[in-house]
């Protein structure tokens, strides 16, 4: 038990230092009415948005806990601070918003599982909401939300110690920004299908590492650390 504790404290600023994310969540699920609970991040390098109004990137952090409610479905959530980056390109200047408050929801459902074959499949849907700083600029108080919504279907092999895993996404990012409290304002990203490809490392029978990339029309990379209680 300590050992997990340590493992998760551990993971957390390993993810701070090197400012790596993710929702790493692959296909591992909790067993029904137990945890599993770490540390995560998620570096969204790249997304364009709608209507020639730029792009956005930023970097999340969180705490997370997955809870088995059957045997098949898990509920899971998470909460930490996140930061955004603006990239307004021809209609001003780039804005950077400070780190503040993040939080996340989600599910997923098992689909497919042969033991003997060492094989799973896993369809989930997550929801990532970040809150972060007012940006003073220009004698202006610029405010903003990001809403980042995704669903997923993924496949693994179970390969001893390792289990990679592959499958699609798709989903879609809210810009929501206003101006000294006015003006609000909502801006969609396109919306993007990407190629998730993950692979789970377990430490011991209970924790285990994860790092996942999804690429193609979305950009973003993940690094993980949880553990089953």
Known sequence: MFFCYWLLVTGYWLLVTVLYAAPSY?????????WTCGAEGDLVIDRDLDNE???TNGNRYFVTASLG???WLSL???IGVGDVEWKRGSIGDDL???????????FRVRLYENEGWGIKSVAGFQHISVHPDPKNQGGIKHETIIDDWQGSLLVSKAIGNLVPYIGGGYGSLDFIKWENEKDRKRIHSEEYYGVII?????????????LETTFLDGEELAIGISCDF
Do not use: I
């Open 26 to 34: 692959g296909t591992h699920m909790p067993e029904e009415k137990h």
């Open 53 to 55: 109004q730029g792009g």
């Open 69 to 71: 409610v059957f045997s």
């Open 76 to 78: 899971d959530g998470k």
């Open 96 to 106: 950077s918003y400070s780190t503040n408050f993040a939080g996340g929801y989600g």
């Open 198 to 210: 993950g692979l789970d490392y377990w430490l011991n029978r209970r924790t285990k590492l994860n």
